[in-house]
């Protein structure tokens, strides 16, 4: 017989990271604090923010700081546990919802990149993103705000909206500004923080873009790791340091 997952009461929140906030990737926790991020958030976060939790900042042992520990329960959970996903209500096993998250149009319409956005001509490569061609790349790049950002008096790196065209924006303000005037304009732009990013994709285009930003921009990127570095060097920076820690 089928085993039907357990009913159980729990919040959905508890099974994504609250630093990538998306769905746990080998989730590890912390002893202290009890606080639970991927394993590559926390090790990305422990080369930037030295022994504390990204979270709340307590205290984590140099122990963990190289060797984090895995919290199955959590792992054995999501194996079980059902939840919904963010954009087309589909039940799917915490285990999966990465995978789903990759094929859901919906999801990639809201929080990525749309597999159809009018007015764009647009190519998609084999693994569904979506790419302008070299003609809309020419209509709207002048909107798109791919330069490196300027810096306001603090030395934080400033944007343009795309939706209004309205400059000097630091993150948060940019944050702030789409969610008072812009909350319910659904049109299809190029992120200027997403491009500012070392790893960030010019030709990158989301369709919802004040979803977008609080869903991946809540946080400065550049308080949890080196921006100089690519992802695949700061994660591979992270594994080295932990191999030299003394236990």
Known sequence: MNEEPATICFNEDDYYCPVCQDVFKTPVRISICQHVFC?????????????????????????????????????NNMKKLVGSCRCCDKQIRFSRMRQHYKSCKKYQDEYGVSSLIPNLELSEDSTGNSFRSESSISEIGENSNQQVPEEDASGQPTFKCPLCQETNFTRQRLLDHCNSSHLYQIDAVICPICVSLPWGDPTQVTRDFVSHLNQRHQVDYGDFTNL????????????????????
Do not use: W, Y
């Open 39 to 75: 394993r590559k958030c926390f090790l990305m976060a422990m080369k930037e923010g030295g022994t504390h939790c990204p979270l709340c900042r307590g205290i984590v042992t140099r122990k963990e700081k190289a060797r984090p520990n895995r919290a199955l329960d959590v792992e």
């Open 228 to 247: 100089q570095l690519d992802e695949e060097t700061l994660f591979q920076n992270a594994i080295e340091e932990s191999c030299q820690v003394n236990l």
